[in-house]
Antibody
Framework: EVQLLESGGGLVQPGGSLKLSCAGS????????MAWVRQTPGRGLEWVST????????YYADSVKGRFTISRDNSKDTLYLQMNSLRAEDTAIYYC???????????????WGQGALVTVSS | DIQMTQSPSSVSASVGDRVTITCRAS??????LAWYQQQPGKAPRLLYS??RLQSGVPARFSGSGSGTDFTLTISNLQPEDFATYYC?????????FGGGTRVEMK
């Protein structure tokens, strides 16, 4: 059974940093593209970043480019999102998600974690 | 960026009804479109990808379309289908989602 478990969410002040982790199990982690998607009540679902499978490419939304860094440690079956220079508008539930298809990915998100709440506030 | 526009934003329906949700892309995306269902407090669930029904998804869900106009139809609405539905394009980065359609009980 595919499982994704996020951790690292919490309360952080504006301008601060936070690192999210997503531990995957039940599949060959390095073979799949992985993504971060966030959700706020006011803005619905917003794609944040994708790391293609098999050592592929990295993509970011313009809203986080230069501030967030996606990475993966395939030896630990874990995906990360380093978030720097956080702003109030980054407040959201952050989901980790696995691609539907093997390899570079189709970017359809077939499996999702339970979400990690990030609150940026002073 | 490709904008995804869903309509309606909400719809009231009864068990047994047929519900159709529309998603329009601001430019052609061939058939690189997904539909997700989200229950309150839960993560989204992939229903359709490129017009392929995902394993375990009931056949009362059907998707169609290509290019810029897409539809998701729920036939014979069941109690567990009251949820919010999102479309997503994967033709081009940045990946973008529609604003969502809430299917509410009448």
């Amino acid at each position: 059974e595919v499982q994704l478990l996020e951790s690292g969410g919490g309360l952080v002040q504006p301008g601060g940093s936070l690192k999210l982790s997503c531990a995957g199990s039940g599949f060959t982690f390095n073979n799949y593209a992985m993504a971060w998607v966030r959700q706020t009540p006011g803005r619905g679902l917003e794609w944040v970043s994708t790391f293609s499978g098999n050592g592929g490419r990295i993509y970011y939304a313009d809203s986080v480019k230069g501030r967030f860094t996606i990475s993966r440690d395939n030896s630990k079956d874990t995906l990360y999102l380093q978030m720097n220079s956080l702003r109030a508008e980054d407040t959201a539930i952050y989901y980790c998600a696995r691609d539907l298809d093997y390899g570079l990915g189709s970017f359809y998100l077939a499996y999702w974690g339970q979400g990690a709440l990030v609150t940026v506030s002073s | 960026d490709i904008q995804m526009t869903q309509s309606p934003s909400s719809v009231s329906a009864s068990v047994g009804d047929r519900v159709t949700i529309t998603c329009r892309a601001s430019q052609g995306i061939r058939n690189w479109l997904a539909w997700y269902q989200q229950q309150p407090g839960k993560a989204p669930r992939l229903l359709y990808s490129s017009s392929r029904l995902q394993s375990g998804v009931p056949a009362r869900f059907s998707g169609s379309g290509s290019g810029t106009d897409f539809t998701l139809t729920i036939s014979n609405l069941q109690p567990e289908d009251f949820a919010t539905y999102y479309c997503q394009q994967t033709n081009t980065f940045p990946l973008t989602f529609g604003g969502g359609t809430r299917v509410e009980m009448k």
